[in-house]
């Protein structure tokens, strides 16, 4: 039924646990996993031109090392239960989009993710991304609480 499954992971305590659920499915179905975070990317206008190169170049180290944390949390994840999986980190402004692009540019049977992350208030005001990627995405979604 499924035999390759996208997990979208935060680094969020419930985003782990959408892992472990992603990856215990895979073992079990002997599907490939893909892990993907996403980060939103460095946006120019908040900052003046003089602070703006030493300002994004630390952005975007600062967004690079916490997505090598996450991934190589779920990849440990994934490891943990005997699957080996993919990594991959993406920049875009709308992460909904990014997951929902790349599960079927990767021909994913299936998304897995967390109920919500990291988005805390904000995410109840804006609308969570899982929503948007419920509404959205043709693939079927697994939403793990």
């Known amino acids: 039924m499924y035999k390759s499954i996208l997990i979208a992971t935060d680094g969020s305590s419930l985003s782990a646990r959408a892992v472990d659920h992603g990856t215990n499915l895979a073992k079990t179905l ?53 699957v080996e999986a993919t990594t991959l980190h993406m920049e875009d402004d709308a992460p909904y989009q990014a997951i929902i692009r790349t599960a079927e540019s990767q021909r994913c049977d299936v998304i897995v993710m967390a109920s919500h992350g990291r988005g805390g208030v904000s995410a109840l005001l804006l609308g969570s991304e899982t929503m948007k990627v419920l509404s959205h995405s043709k693939i079927p979604v697994l939403v793990v609480r």
Do not use: W
């Open 30 to 82: 002997g599907a490939t996993v893909l892990l993907l975070t996403v980060s939103e990317r460095f946006h120019v206008f908040a900052f003046e031109a003089d602070q703006l190169e030493e300002t994004s170049a630390s952005f975007k180290e600062h967004i690079q090392k916490q997505a090598e944390r996450t991934l190589s949390e779920a990849a440990e994840i994934a490891r943990s239960v005997g």
